[in-house]
């Protein structure tokens, strides 16, 4: 009698323990999914409305430098007659101004040709590596991510050293007698394009090697066993399985160089156009933090829609996947 008192006991307590378990797991599940989101909101949706708020304001000469400023002092009516003032007027100054559409087409098309450079040279490589012996590809992957280990300013600050014209590049080809007189690279776009290829080359390497390396390379030798030329079996199997990595190496690389301000500021000089320049001299210089803002938002309206784009094509290489 007591042995089935204590069975019933210790049933009870399972039955009661479950779904308390149940609960936690559920509050763990959700708390994983909430704190990303919770991230996104306070460190991306609510400095964006800060940054659009500003972009609707008006420059004043006052600390901030724009009214009205953020003030909810006044309770329910007075942010009310706040946002009353908010109008899109620099928006409309942007548009008419052929500064700011000049420097956001030039910084498009620097990122660009830029982001192509950059996949011509990281290719090579990343189909180099995953070729290579897989006790090998550790070693090369350091490699890949050593420049990461010092300073990205004094890595252009490396340059500077390279491409002037008493530099080491001059140098060397006035010493080989393949020049006669020291070529100009710095303050140029030629100068830029060679910063943001290097210093963002990592990054299309990284993504196009996690793709090539994953691929099935019998894939190609069934095609080359079939008659099939090496480069038409590069072009109808390897570059195709591959573009998820290209795309995802182009983001990696398009993105940040549109908005880029070191590496146009120290190698391509004071005359470069580009939009990152541009919003720092409104910050700093003019002083006019509701232009710039808006500058900002409109950047970030650009580089939103390579994201959307990429996003569709995932999607649709997935449904065609299934």
Known sequence: MAGATLSATTANGAATAQPATQLANSFVSKLVIIVPYAFLVIFFLVPFFIVFKISL????????????AF????????????????????????????????AYFTSVIVAGISTLLTLLVGYPIAYGMSRAPATLR??????????????????VYAWIGILKPEGLLNQLLLSTGIISEPLIILNTYTAIFIGIVYSYLP????????????????????????????????WKIT????????LAGCLLVFIPAVGEFVIPDLLGGSQTLMIGRTLWNEF???????????????LLLVLIVPIVIFQHAQARAQEQGR
């Open 57 to 68: 304001s008006q420059t004043v000469i006052a600390m901030p430098p724009y009214t009205p």
């Open 71 to 102: 003030n909810f002092g006044g309770g329910l009516s007075g942010i009310i007659d706040q946002l009353k003032q908010l109008n899109f007027d620099n928006y409309i100054f942007l548009t008419e101004d052929p500064l700011y559409i000049n």
């Open 138 to 155: 550790p070693t090369l992957l350091m490699l890949v991510i050593l420049p990461f280990w010092t300073s990205f300013l004094i890595r």
């Open 203 to 234: 990054f299309m390497i990284l993504p196009l090697y996690s793709a090539l390396e994953k691929m099935d390379y019998s894939l190609v030798e069934a095609a080359q066993d079939l008659g099939c030329p090496p480069i038409t079996a590069f």
């Open 239 to 246: 570059f195709p399985m591959s573009l998820p990595g290209v």
């Open 284 to 298: 700093n210089n003019n002083r006019d933090w509701p232009v710039s803002s808006a500058v900002a938002v409109l």
